[in-house]
């Protein structure tokens, strides 16, 4: 194990084939940061995969690791992983997870980390924060297990996120349990965390915030109806918007009306599934409002660009390379 001092917080990083790279990067810097402010090693880490070898992220980079069966005591553990990761069988990294786990190391997960962390049986009567795109997909697995409505949920043996950038806020949460709020202040506001807020008394930044809260609301409702979709008319019901106002609103607030966004939704979450490979194209079809595979067929080919039968023959041929960008090519150091 490569860490140099005890007393320093231990942090283990697992990185699962096409995780989120930046969620990665994030909690590297947020530990660095708090280093420097602390004047010495506050926290100390490591990445972790289940082989030892260099793991591919979703941007095509890759970040050097250490195998899990080498890894032997950690005060934290987080996976860091992207898209379905249920169906991979890592059995090394479930195995250090539940033994790192019986002896007090706290476990967390990032993005869609949840999945091993329930794969490792590590969620039985806990609540987990998951990416929004695989939600259903988790419920549908796991539905004795609760999903944080919130994007972040730390309890006192488990901490989740449900995106790479809130991984600052397990960091920063840790910070401030182990080493005092000065530090974690000094972290949030080197990261300028506190400038994303709105101010507090600007009366029209608080109407606009008010506003898209209300748009928040309703979109929510899109994503918990994605299968029986509603008419305008009924959203607009529902949200105290005219119809008029709900196209308005949806027009100022993401440049398409409603509907069209509604669509977009249905069709993300149709190509979340196709990803999954474990569901036919006509059952994605239903499972997303299309009552008409054609419907869907076509709908889906003009979001994506080609047909929802040619995406998953691509897809099965070519796995997650297809959506990696490719290495760039090294320039001749003497070009002719």
């Not at 660009?305 to 297809?322: H, K, L, N, W």
Request: aromatic letters at 8%; glycine letters at 6%.
């Amino acid at each position: 194990m490569p860490f140099d001092s005890s007393s320093s917080i231990r942090v283990g990083l697992v990185l699962v084939e096409m995780y989120p790279f930046y969620g990665a990067i994030l909690s590297v810097e947020s530990m660095r940061l708090a280093n420097k402010y602390g004047d010495r090693k506050v926290f100390d880490w490591v990445f972790i995969s289940e082989d030892g070898d260099a793991v591919v992220a979703s941007n095509g980079m890759s970040l050097a690791t250490v195998a899990a069966t080498s890894v032997e005591k950690l005060d934290y553990v987080f996976v860091v992983a992207g898209y379905d990761q249920s169906r991979r069988p890592l059995p090394h990294i479930k195995a250090l997870l539940r033994r790192l786990s019986c002896h007090g190391t706290v476990v967390g997960a990032v993005d869609s980390g949840a999945f091993l962390l329930a794969e490792a049986g590590l969620l039985k009567g806990k609540t987990a924060a998951v990416h929004f795109e695989s939600v259903q997909a988790f419920q549908n697995m796991y539905p004795r297990i609760s999903v944080s409505e919130a994007p972040v949920s730390i309890s006192s043996r488990i901490m989740t996120c449900a995106s790479g950038t809130l991984v600052v806020r397990l960091i920063l949460f840790v910070a401030r349990e182990r080493v005092g709020e000065l530090i974690a202040g000094k972290v949030e506001a080197d990261l300028h965390l506190l400038a994303l807020a709105p101010p507090r008394d600007d009366t029209a930044n608080q109407f606009r915030l008010r506003a898209r809260l209300r748009l928040k609301e309703i979109v929510a409702l899109m994503q918990n109806t994605l299968e029986t979709p509603m008419s305008l008319r009924d959203l607009a019901e529902r949200s105290g918007y005219s119809v008029r106002q709900l196209t308005r609103a949806f027009n100022d607030r993401f440049s398409i009306p409603p509907m069209k966004y509604y669509q977009r939704l249905r069709l993300e979450r149709a190509r979340q599934l196709l990803y999954q490979g474990e569901h036919q194209i006509s059952q994605v079809s239903l499972c997303c409002g299309f009552t008409a595979l054609s419907v869907f067929s076509r709908a889906y080919k003009m979001e994506f660009g080609q047909a929802p039968s040619r995406f998953v023959a691509t897809f099965r041929r070519e796995g997650f390379s297809r959506i990696i960008p490719p290495a760039p090519q090294r320039m001749p150091l003497n070009p002719k």
